[in-house]
């Protein structure tokens, strides 16, 4: 009966604890919020450190702690969110900017962070209407105007992705991505003399980016200028030497202008950079079986034929070379 009565009370006893500390949590003090928010912000900040040494793990795992303390803040959310999306985790990243967003839906930048996770993961409407969020709450942001022209492009309005990009050039006339990007829908839109001037601004604004001296050798390709064509490949090479399009395009223009040595060393360093690369396969394969080595030209066009096997062209030239050495 000693024992019994032992136990009832230690049980109560315990009951009491809990629902002690069940309205202790309930309804922390002064005291304990303000240690809980003052270790949320140190987590943040450790993982902004440990975020910009390159530890994305380590950010990762503050910032989720962040959160856990202080789950009313958006900034953990909102980095949280970042750091996600730069790992590719894009389904997390979204998750966690919309809770940015729901916590601080007056901050354009929570909103613009979601935007660019949803284009990232497909949802074009999704992320054009948060651009457009971030621009009526900071009409003069150049950087989301950028964003939705990209979004607004890809969506398949050209013209008015063209107006997003000049809104942003006008905010910040040195915007080299936004010279480029227009340029890119001009190009699209079949302004070649505009597209170009475009480049030409963004690479002297910007001139150690690869991308915009092999863009604007594209540009000049198609406009019919050959040696200015060569002159950008070459740059982009320079600038970035594993790019194999940038060879492959390189060794095309070569070819045209009769330099067919040139060219075939152009498309033999474009697919030992990107072995999976099916037009610098066939390209070679043309440069081969032009200088005489059909052999050589069908091994080509067999490998272009099997990373790529919806191609006519690859197919057809498989055959009738194959056609050629046998008959």
């Known amino acids: 009966m000693k024992a019994q009565s032992l136990t009832l009370c230690t049980v109560a006893?315990?009951?009491?604890?809990?629902?002690?500390?069940?309205?202790?949590?309930?309804?922390?003090?002064?005291?304990?919020?303000?240690?809980?928010?003052?270790?949320?912000?140190?987590r943040l900040e450790h993982g902004r450190m440990l975020q910009g040494r390159g530890d994305m793990e380590g950010a990762i795992e503050d910032y989720r702690n962040a959160a856990r303390l202080q789950p009313e803040l958006y900034e953990p959310h909102f980095y949280l969110g970042a750091a996600l999306e730069a790992i590719g985790e894009v389904d997390g990243a979204i998750a966690e900017d919309r809770e940015a967003v729901r916590l601080r839906d007056d901050l354009p930048e929570p909103h613009e962070n979601l935007g660019a996770a949803l284009a990232d993961n497909g949802d074009l409407d999704g992320a054009i209407s948060e651009f457009r969020t971030v621009i009526h709450l900071q009409p003069d942001n150049a950087d989301a105007h950028l964003k939705l022209g990209y979004a607004l492009r890809a969506h398949g309005d050209v013209d008015s992705a063209i107006a997003e990009y000049r809104?942003?050039?006008?905010l910040a006339p040195k915007f080299a991505q936004a010279h480029n990007n227009l340029a890119l829908a001009l190009k699209a839109e079949g302004d070649l003399k505009g597209a170009i001037v475009e480049y030409r601004e963004a690479e002297r604004l910007q001139p150690d980016a690869a991308s915009i001296h092999y863009n604007l050798g594209v540009a000049l390709k198609a406009n019919g200028d050959l040696d200015g064509a060569i002159t950008e490949y070459r740059e982009a090479i320079r600038l970035q030497p594993a790019l194999s399009q940038a060879h492959n395009n390189l060794g095309t223009v070569l070819r045209e202008k009769g330099s067919l040595g040139a060219a075939i060393a152009e498309y033999r360093e474009a697919v030992r950079l990107k072995p999976d690369n099916a037009l610098a396969h066939y390209n070679l394969g043309v440069a081969l079986e032009k200088r005489g080595d059909s052999r050589g030209a069908l091994d080509e066009y067999r490998e272009a034929s099997r990373l790529d096997p919806k191609d006519p062209d690859y197919r057809s030239?498989?055959?009738?070379?194959f056609w050629k050495l046998n008959q």
């Open 317 to 321: 030239n498989v055959d009738r070379v």
């Open 13 to 42: 006893l315990a009951l009491a604890i809990t629902s002690a500390a069940v309205g202790q949590n309930a309804n922390p003090p002064a005291e304990a919020r303000g240690a809980a928010s003052r270790a949320a912000k140190t």
């Open 167 to 170: 809104t942003a050039l006008r």
